[in-house]
Nanobody, 115 residues
Framework: QVQFVESGGGLVQPGGSLRLSCAPT????????IYWYRQASGKERELVAYETPEAYTEYADSVKGRFTISRDNAKNTVVLQMDNLKPEDTAVYLC?????????WGQGTRVTVSA
């Protein structure tokens, strides 16, 4: 079974920071690309960032320069560091992996950015 432990969401003021963590199980972590998506209420799910096993990273234009994804293979954990948060970053953030051609999703952690 592919499962996820996600944490780090919460309420923060604009300009603040949050650090999201994702620890998947049921996969060989070191050979998988790990993705962070987000979905705001009433909107489509969108890709925020990903990191490959070779540590190549990519970001959505809307978060470039503010978010950083990183992985710790020894701990089988991916972190999304979110800085300079904006109200439009408010969403449920979901960790995801692809295994045997199928995409799996975490339960999600809610991020709310509001004054």
């Amino acid at each position: 079974q592919v499962q996820f432990v996600e944490s780090g969401g919460g309420l923060v003021q604009p300009g603040g920071s949050l650090r999201l963590s994702c620890a998947p199980t049921g996969i060989i972590f070191s050979i998988r690309t790990i993705y962070w998506y987000r979905q705001a209420s009433g909107k489509e799910r969108e890709l925020v960032a990903y990191e490959t096993p070779e540590a190549y990273t990519e970001y959505a234009d809307s978060v470039k320069g503010r978010f950083t994804i990183s992985r710790d293979n020894a701990k089988n954990t991916v972190v999304l560091q979110m800085d300079n948060l904006k109200p439009e970053d408010t969403a449920v953030y979901l960790c995801s992996v692809v295994r045997m051609g199928e995409r799996f999703w975490g339960q999600g952690t809610r991020v709310t950015v509001s004054a």
